[in-house]
């Protein structure tokens, strides 16, 4: 698999509701110094639903869960939700997330200009950031995010999961 794109994966009221929570000015989001080890990649925000093992989070099962169910995601690894400031970096470094074969599913929560750089056969391919697209691609698959030119802040959900 390259990668796949789902044009309104959720429906409707419940991609309001999850779009609803995470751009609320009272979410509660944690600050990081770079998501890479790279320079140019500098802070952004994140809150993680799930991590090693456990639920990190009250909002897990009733926001998180039913998307890994629509997802056919077997296990979880990481899901977090992710807030990139445009101000503060351009794009992030190259990376992947993990050095295991599993997959990566990013959830757009806003529209803007910025979205997500694959590199793939060393081609890149962008893919713009729309509300409620869906994104799956291979997780050893390299990628960066790339911020919006035009909006303040790009908004996503980063899960990375077996299937």
């Known amino acids: 698999m390259k990668y ?13 509701k999850i779009q609803d929570l995470i751009m609320d000015q009272d979410f ?19 809150y993680n639903f799930y991590n090693r093992m456990n639920s990190k989070s009250d909002l897990y099962t009733p926001y998180i869960l039913p998307i890994l169910i629509k997802l056919k995601a077997h296990a979880p ?38 979205g997500t750089e694959l590199k793939i056969n060393n081609k890149n391919t962008f893919i ?4 409620n697209k869906l994104l799956i691609f291979d ?3 390299s990628h960066r995010a790339i911020t919006s030119k035009k909006e303040p802040i790009r908004y996503v959900i980063n899960f990375n999961y077996f299937s």
């Not at 110094?33 to 952004?44: F, L, V």
């Not at 713009?128 to 509300?131: H, I, Q």
């Open 139 to 141: 997780t050893l698959t």
């Open 4 to 16: 796949q794109i789902h044009k309104k994966f959720l429906a409707s009221d419940s991609f309001k």
């Open 77 to 114: 690894i990481q899901i977090r939700a992710n807030m990139f400031v445009s101000e503060l970096f351009k794009a992030s470094g190259w990376h992947t997330d993990y050095p295991f074969q599993c997959k990566t599913a990013i959830l757009y929560l806003n529209d803007c200009d910025g």
């Open 128 to 131: 713009k950031a729309d509300a």
């Open 28 to 46: 509660p989001w944690r600050r990081r110094e770079n998501m890479t080890h790279h320079a140019h990649d500098k802070m952004y925000f994140t």
